[in-house]
């Protein structure tokens, strides 16, 4: 069983940034998402890393997050980490980290496309 443990949350105000790490037990190479989830909310794919036909990674991001958030990966560390930049009330969420995806290529923001799951991560941006 692959465990993902997401860490980095926490509260900010508005404008600030914080850093979120996913540490991971294989997935060096799989694509790796991060999602969101608000009270009364669907859950919200955020951004995703993945490989391309070259082996170089390529990422994904939702609309509401572009030139926000930045998904990256460490895999000397075994970590993805999303950085969140100018956050926004409206981030307030928690966050999980996702893995082993399943799904076609095009839907790494879809959460029905991965199978593993961290326990999450608070956001809350005042």
């Known amino acids: 069983h692959v465990q993902l443990v997401e860490s980095g949350g926490g509260s900010v105000q508005a404008g600030g940034s914080l850093r979120l790490s996913c540490a991971h037990s294989r997935y060096t190479h799989s694509t790796m998402g991060w999602f969101r989830q608000a009270p009364g909310k669907e859950r919200e794919g955020v951004a995703a890393i993945y490989a391309i036909y070259n082996g170089d990674r390529s990422t994904r991001y939702a609309d509401s997050v572009k030139g926000r958030f930045t998904i990256s990966q460490d895999n000397a560390k075994n970590k993805v980490y999303l950085r969140m930049d100018s956050l926004k009330p409206e981030d307030t969420a928690m966050y999980y980290c996702?893995?082993?995806?399943?799904?076609?290529?095009?839907?790494?923001?879809?959460?029905?496309?991965?199978?593993?799951w961290g326990q999450g991560t608070q956001v809350t941006v005042s």
């Open positions: 996702a893995a082993d995806f399943r799904g076609l290529m095009g839907s790494e923001l879809h959460a029905s496309g991965y199978k593993d």
